[in-house]
């Protein structure tokens, strides 16, 4: 048995008490639990790659404008389920200085987080249209947003956008739409796990097809703007975060509080559904509902029935911070480019020693640098990777988990400390001698 920093049998007993078969199929939890647990049998720190998780302090101009609103007594009411109006007519002016696009207030509606949004877009989308069942996934993606579906019963199809960028997205997709069964397209942009950014060409592609086949498409923007290879950081003055937005009418936005503005622990975010979606009538809501269009239905049955609103204080928060945004007086990005900063670094290492970028390119660009990466080694599948890496105290997923078709992993750059680059530097360097076959 070779020599690695985590002693084998510590990782392989941990992995057999979790009675995981598979390591490729490991969830987020499984492998953190797994890092935590022989982190304290080993007395090796790892370097903790697993979670997508804020790594930074929350925003001060959230902080404040929340705990002034619980000064205020807020926390004794229900908020308006429309959402605050402060928040509403933010959100708008936000979309309008980033994004260069128009959404009413009335449609930009606060949830708990985007995990909401799309529980509460999902359940809209699939009921408009009783022969349009099944939610498209342009994958790779966020693993959480298929379970959403299996919790409400609700059909999937999903392909994995690596073969399929530029114009040969147009095939593919319309080989699913033209079925008549999809409701509604997601993605993130930039993506969860690969970090890719979809172009306005491929964007173009969607929006066209999403006109032509009368279908949603619900963008996740959860990485809002992240993406450090413009500066999208100037409200009202290009470039713009590119979005469907500019080519479609029936989208919704999904802005979500938690890694632009390290907010994730408030649950806060808002949905954003263009005016077109919001005010159209659907044969399947008005039989369902009695009466109502997709954005009443959306916001005073669904949203109504799954949380009665969004915590009043993080509405507070939510709108202080989107303002301040648009207003220029508050660059959100600048706070969370370290993100991208460490990418590069941990980039490096692993390129160094004999790993690849799986996902490397936006057509004929480099991927950005950014909140994740992909890498792979070569001979190896997912699970044997992820598996070797604990050994060597690296912990990370496997793209299985996220709808991707290639080998290899997701690492998350958020919780990296500035110490931690030496140590991947020493582990990475063992690792490449201890498999050098395979380089
Ligand atoms: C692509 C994507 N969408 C949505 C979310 C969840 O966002 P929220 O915390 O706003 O629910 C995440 C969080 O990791 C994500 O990566």
Redesign the pocket.
């Known amino acids: 048995m070779k020599n690695t920093p985590v002693e084998q049998k510590i990782i392989d007993d941990a992995i057999n008490e979790l009675q995981i078969a598979d390591f490729s199929k490991a969830t987020i939890r499984e492998v953190k639990a797994i890092a935590s647990k022989a982190e304290a049998v080993s007395g090796v720190e790892f370097i903790k790659m697993e979670m997508?998780?804020p790594g930074l302090p929350p925003s001060s101009v959230g902080v404040k404008a929340e705990i002034e609103a619980l000064q205020r007594g807020v926390a004794s009411l229900y908020p308006d389920i429309n959402g605050m109006p402060e928040l509403k007519k933010a959100a708008s002016d936000f979309i309008k200085a980033f994004i260069n696009a128009e959404v009413s207030p009335e449609g930009c509606v606060p949830?708990?987080?985007?995990?909401?949004?799309?529980f509460a877009s999902f359940l809209a989308c699939s009921q408009c249209n009783e022969k349009k069942d099944t939610i498209l996934f342009i994958d790779p993606?966020?693993p959480?947003?298929k379970q959403q579906l299996t919790v409400m019963g609700q059909k999937y199809e999903t392909f994995d956008v690596y073969d399929y960028r530029g114009e040969r997205l147009k095939d593919k997709l319309e080989s699913y739409l033209k079925k008549g069964n999809i409701s509604a397209i997601v993605y993130?942009n930039p993506?969860?796990p690969s970090w890719i950014c979809l172009k306005d060409e491929e964007l173009r592609i969607i929006g066209e097809l999403a006109t032509r086949y009368d279908v949603i498409i619900l963008e996740?923007l959860?990485?809002f703007a992240m993406d450090f290879r413009k500066d999208l950081s100037k409200p009202y003055q290009p470039p713009f975060q590119p979005s469907i937005a500019h080519y479609t009418d029936h989208y919704i936005l999904?802005i979500?509080?938690?890694?632009a503005f390290s907010y994730?622990g408030q649950?806060?975010?808002v949905s954003c559904i263009s005016d077109k979606l919001y005010h159209r009538k659907y044969p399947g809501l008005t039989k369902r509902y009695g009466g109502g269009s997709f954005g009443t239905v959306f916001i005073h049955r669904i949203l109504y029935a799954l949380s009665s609103g969004t915590s009043h204080s993080a509405q507070f928060a939510m709108a202080a911070m989107l303002k301040a945004a648009a207003e220029g007086s508050y660059n959100f990005l600048e706070e969370v480019r370290v993100y991208g900063e460490r990418a590069r670094k941990l980039k490096e290492i692993f390129l160094r020693h004999g790993f690849y970028l799986v996902y490397d390119k936006d057509l004929d660009d480099p991927v950005a640098d950014g909140f994740y990466f992909t890498i792979g080694y070569p001979g190896m599948n997912s699970g044997k990777l992820a598996k070797e890496l604990m050994y060597y105290g690296v912990s990370a997923i496997s793209l299985v988990t996220t709808g991707s078709h290639q080998e290899g992993l997701r690492a998350c750059t958020s919780f990296i400390k500035d110490h931690q680059y030496t140590q991947l530097e020493e582990r990475m360097k063992l690792f490449a001698e201890n498999h050098p076959a395979t380089r």
């Open positions: 997508g998780v949830v708990t987080g985007s995990m909401q949004g799309t993606g966020f959480v947003q993130s993506n969860n996740d959860a990485y999904l979500s509080g938690s890694k994730a649950r806060i975010g």
